[in-house]
């Protein structure tokens, strides 16, 4: 049938991409416009609960694999599937949401279906029989209108792009049972939880700090700690303790600048920009961070920024609503301990 | 192991962009070796110094994409391939990753195709998959450290929820991001190794393929809206009064 859209639900030990609902929203209102289905792809083991709430979320179908075999995410097996199901649905449109594996997949289905893919895009919309999208290009400094032409289309949605979805539980559809593919050649033999996770990509709030972190020459180290490199990052992880209590109160996640990265004060999961996270929250909060473009270019589509820095000419705060020229270390515990009588914590 | 690595020359991450004629402009800003690809020359040699073999280098792009590859040589790798035909300009990435797949095909007796992150201009962080998919070979992604290799290759695969740990048959793709580990400085010698290079040209006709239709087209560029930002900075008082006017005016922007 003309039309029809599926969408990947991206999970991971159960637990969904919260854009996977984003992008099943997005499929309901492109399969509507052509009077196609929607149907939502959801592989793993044990996944049933989110197949059920793919339908809740406005999917008209759930085609479930659910095996042993898909418990871990593996490229191909569940890339099999995603061409196999496409197929089989004459799918018109896949959708992906732009996450590690959703980019992943999306690229082996433009290759096995012979097409093409609208990578991370902001802006989604049917012109005739084509998809055309706004895509970021060059870390955002520029944008692209891009058409995709040949069947099925297939497009990756940028996180937090699209708006969230409702969910209406009282919505029913078909949940259909299928198999799982042939053994894909890859093993998965365990999981290193090396740096804990960090989920910028997703989060609302985002607290972060830069080089800043490292300048309070009044906070003494510990005397086993000698090295001054290592007084350094000791000293800025004073800094990072406050960010993480503020971000605690405001239920956001940590970032940081590359620079704070490159010293050592924090992993690099935590870092924001061209060469580190592109986030968008509603709500970012920049703490002894300049504003280089390169951090800019991760974070410049913010709804609300803050910058905190003792330097008035720091170029952050041109991109700045509110801004306070002073030291992170007087302001940041400040703010924290404000919030949280404010929102009453 | 042989290993193929692919760079890219883009412009250098600090530059700032406009539109002319409907391309975009870059300025005086320098063409570089994508950054992504830095770490991929520095898996792919660091793999190679451990477990014997050779790294040759490809790009795909104009004359100029030569800086790119001579970067590779001076780093340390043994070979570098151009690939350059004026059809490579209309080609989308998937159409890029079937030419890649060719070039892997052609060097011959790839073990392991090395890819960056993603292009800091295109940003499409797919050609290791895609390119995996054409050859048939399995595609291990954002691969922050290899824990063995041999008959087969065992590596840490970063994702949202933390490490992954794969174990795959080999040839394979792979693409590195940065915790694999500082890419190192072009050595004096490998320097002048480099711009005495010869660097062999491949066209689309050398790699025995037809030119692949693109299935996805850009009609255009634009500047990305202004941001209209009301810069207000919060003064006067103590810490204290200074962060509770700030929080207030958070509140009241409806964000939390
Ligand atoms: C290829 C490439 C890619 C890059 N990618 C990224 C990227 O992805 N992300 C990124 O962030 N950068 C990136 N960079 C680096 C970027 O150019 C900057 O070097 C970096 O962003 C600077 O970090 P910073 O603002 O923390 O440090 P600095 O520029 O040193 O700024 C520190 C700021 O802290 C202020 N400060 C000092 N003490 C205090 C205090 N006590 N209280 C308050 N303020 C204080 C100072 O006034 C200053 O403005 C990249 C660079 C290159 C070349
Ligand atoms: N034109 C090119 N020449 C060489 N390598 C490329 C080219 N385009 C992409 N790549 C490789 O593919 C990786 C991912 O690029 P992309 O999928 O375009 O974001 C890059 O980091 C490079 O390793």
Redesign the pocket.
């Known amino acids: 049938m003309a039309g029809n859209v599926v969408v990947f639900i991206d999970q991971f030990k159960g637990e969904a991409q919260p854009a996977s609902w984003e992008a099943l929203s997005v499929g309901r209102k492109l399969a509507d416009e052509n009077g196609g289905s929607l149907a939502a792809l959801v592989f793993g083991q044990g996944v049933e609960g989110l197949a059920q709430t793919a339908i809740h979320y406005g999917a008209d179908q759930a085609l479930l694999a659910d095996d042993a075999s898909l418990a871990d995410y593996r490229a191909e097996a569940y890339a099999d599937l995603v061409a196999k199901l496409a197929q089989e649905h004459e799918a018109e449109i896949i959708l992906f949401s732009t996450t590690t594996r959703g980019r992943e997949l999306a690229g082996m289905a433009a290759i096995d279906l012979n097409s093409g893919v609208l990578v991370d895009v902001i802006e989604l919309t049917r012109a005739g029989d084509k998809l055309a999208a706004t895509r970021p290009i060059y870390a955002g400094k520029l944008l692209a209108k891009v058409e995709g032409g040949a069947k099925p289309q297939i497009a990756t949605l940028r996180v937090r792009a699209f708006g969230k979805p409702e969910l209406d539980e009282s919505r029913s559809g078909e949940i259909v049972t299928v198999e799982a593919g042939p053994e894909a050649p890859t093993k998965v033999t365990g999981y290193v939880d090396a740096e804990g996770s960090v989920s910028l990509g997703d989060a609302g709030i985002i607290v972060s700090?830069?080089?800043?972190?490292s300048?309070?020459s009044d906070l003494e180290p510990p005397a086993d700690i000698t090295d001054e490199n290592e007084q350094e990052i000791w000293r800025a992880q004073q800094?990072f303790a406050l960010i993480g209590d503020l971000a605690e109160v405001l239920g956001g996640a940590v970032g940081?600048?590359?620079?704070?990265v490159d010293a050592g004060y924090v992993p690099y999961a935590h870092?924001?920009?061209?060469?580190?996270k592109v986030v968008a929250p509603d709500l970012y909060i920049a703490?002894?961070?300049?504003?280089?473009?390169?951090?800019l270019?991760?974070m410049r589509t913010s709804k609300v920024i803050v910058a905190?820095?003792?330097?008035p000419d720091?170029p952050?705060f041109k991109l700045a609503r509110f801004g306070v020229v002073?030291?992170?270390?007087d302001?940041v515990p400040a703010l924290t301990a404000a919030f949280k009588e404010k929102l009453d914590k | 192991m042989k290993i193929a690595v692919f760079v890219k020359l883009v412009p250098?991450?600090?530059a700032t962009f406009t539109v002319d004629n409907g391309q975009p402009n870059w300025g005086d800003a320098p063409l570089v070796i994508n950054?992504w690809d830095e770490y991929a020359v520095e898996a792919a040699l660091a793999l190679t110094e451990e477990h014997g073999g050779e790294v040759v280098a490809v790009s795909l792009g104009g004359e100029n994409a030569k800086e790119a590859l001579k970067h590779a040589l001076a780093m340390g790798s043994s070979e570098a391939v151009l690939v350059s035909d004026d059809a490579l300009a209309g080609l989308d990435a998937a159409g890029a990753a079937r030419v890649m797949a060719a070039v892997v095909q052609k060097i011959g007796d790839v073990d392991l195709a090395v890819f960056g992150k993603s292009s800091?201009d295109s940003d499409h962080g797919m050609s290791s998959a895609m390119v995996a998919r054409v050859l048939g070979w399995p595609s291990l992604s954002l691969v922050a450290a290899v824990q063995s290799a041999g008959d087969t290759i065992t590596v840490e695969r970063s994702m949202e929820e933390g490490r992954q740990v794969v174990e795959s048959p080999l040839p394979a793709t792979m693409s590195v991001v940065k915790d694999f580990g500082e890419p190192r400085y072009p050595s004096f010698m490998g320097i002048r190794k480099a711009s005495k290079a010869e660097i062999p040209l491949w066209s689309l006709s050398d790699l025995g393929i037809e030119v692949p239709t693109a299935a996805v087209t850009r009609s255009e560029i634009m500047a990305p809206p202004k941001r209209e930002v009301t810069n207000e900075i919060i003064k006067g008082g103590s810490p204290e009064e200074i962060a509770a006017t700030l929080a207030d005016k958070i509140i009241a922007e409806g964000v939390l």
């Open positions: 700090g830069g080089r800043g972190t300048n309070n800094g940081a600048s590359r620079a704070a870092q924001v920009g061209q060469t580190g703490c002894g961070i300049s504003g280089a473009i390169q951090h270019a991760g905190i820095n003792k330097d720091a952050i002073g030291d992170l270390y302001i | 250098d991450s600090a950054p800091i």
